[in-house]
């Protein structure tokens, strides 16, 4: 059977302050430079790069929160630009998204049941009865019990509120997770709790993910393609054990030789390896 595409995204163009003198006396700043990817239905498709490097906007784009410049998007066939500012619930509910920080994204002031049971009733119509049931089992399915959705977030540990960030991502049953630096605000052990939550999501829901990670050693847990883009554009992409096996890209190689790994020795050869790898970056930066 061949991969049936959910997400395509083709020379994709964003630009950034356009007319403002801060950029280059009226330029625009191109943050998104002609890209072009797929994501299949149920896939794992990572974007990975260094900070500025335009991934975030891309999830941005996607969402209708900023506009394209050029090229298209389309979700499950349908051209995301022909919605204008008017994004029908019905994509909304497709797809949703999961950022760093949850103290940011969850109201403080709500309980764990009203942040969660608003977007139920919202997108289904529910009684208060079926959604307290409803705040149960999305709970339970990010391994919360569900008492806690009588706390407010501050009342919560970081890994426990992006627990419900992602449980209130998962309320409108999306069929796309975008998710921006998920666990980078997490200590070490949490954010593998959170991978593998992520990663058992994927497999019991058939959930596509578009993964946002600076950091290439995260992505590797839950992606099945990665992509790595440098100043805009995507340098590499390839099945994920492929690429860090055999990197191509001089830039990929940098990010991967930046990954802690655990034999100390090592450590001065891989510090001359990334200040000789970035000098032939910048020299060619689309080689
Ligand atoms: N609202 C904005 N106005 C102007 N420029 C912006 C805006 N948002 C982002 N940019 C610029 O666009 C470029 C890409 O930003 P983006 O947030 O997509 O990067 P990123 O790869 O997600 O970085 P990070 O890993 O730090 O989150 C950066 O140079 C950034 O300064
Ligand atoms: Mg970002």
């Known amino acids: 059977m061949s991969r049936q595409p959910l997400l395509e995204v083709r020379d994709l163009v964003v630009s950034y ?26 896939e794992g498709f990572a974007l990975v790069g260094e ?22 998007i389309s979700f499950d066939g349908q051209d ?12 909304r509910r497709n797809v949703q998204v999961v950022f760093q920080d ?12 009203d942040t969660i049971g ?25 391994g919360l019990a569900s008492y806690f959705m009588h706390r407010y977030p501050g009342e919560l540990s970081g890994g426990q509120r992006q627990r419900v960030a992602i449980a209130r991502a998962l309320a409108t049953e999306p069929r796309l997770l975008i998710c921006d630096e998920p666990v980078s605000a997490l200590d070490v052990s949490t954010q593998s709790q959170i991978l593998n ?7 019991d829901l058939g959930l596509a993910y578009l993964f946002i990670s600076h950091d290439l050693a ?21 099945a994920s054990e492929e690429l860090y096996r055999n ?30 790898l970035r000098k032939a970056v910048n020299a060619s930066p689309a080689a």
């Not at 949850?102 to 049941?113: D, E, K, Q, V, Y």
């Not at 847990?221 to 440098?230: E, I, K, S």
């Open 51 to 72: 900070s500025g490097s335009g991934k975030s906007t891309i999830g941005r784009a996607i969402l209708g929160l900023v506009s394209v410049a050029g090229g298209a």
């Open 102 to 113: 949850p103290r940011s994204s969850l109201n403080p002031r709500r309980t764990i049941r």
């Open 218 to 238: 995260v992505v590797r847990q839950v992606a099945d393609v990665v992509a790595v883009m440098h100043h805009g554009s995507i340098v590499e992409m390839g």
């Open 80 to 91: 995301i630009a022909a919605f204008g500012r008017h994004i029908p619930l019905s994509f």
């Open 247 to 276: 990197p191509s890209h001089a830039y990929t190689r940098m990010l991967l030789s930046s990954v802690p790994k655990p034999d100390p020795e090592g450590r001065e050869e891989r510090r001359a390896m990334r200040v000789a």
């Open 197 to 203: 939550l992520l990663a058992d999501l994927r497999r």
């Open 17 to 42: 302050g356009k007319g403002s003198a801060l950029f280059g006396g009226g330029e625009p700043f191109v943050a998104v430079k002609g890209v072009s990817f797929d994501i299949a239905v149920g």
């Open 118 to 142: 608003q977007v139920v009733e919202r997108h289904f119509g529910t009684s208060a009865k079926e959604t307290e049931a409803r705040v149960g089992d999305l709970l339970a399915k990010v």
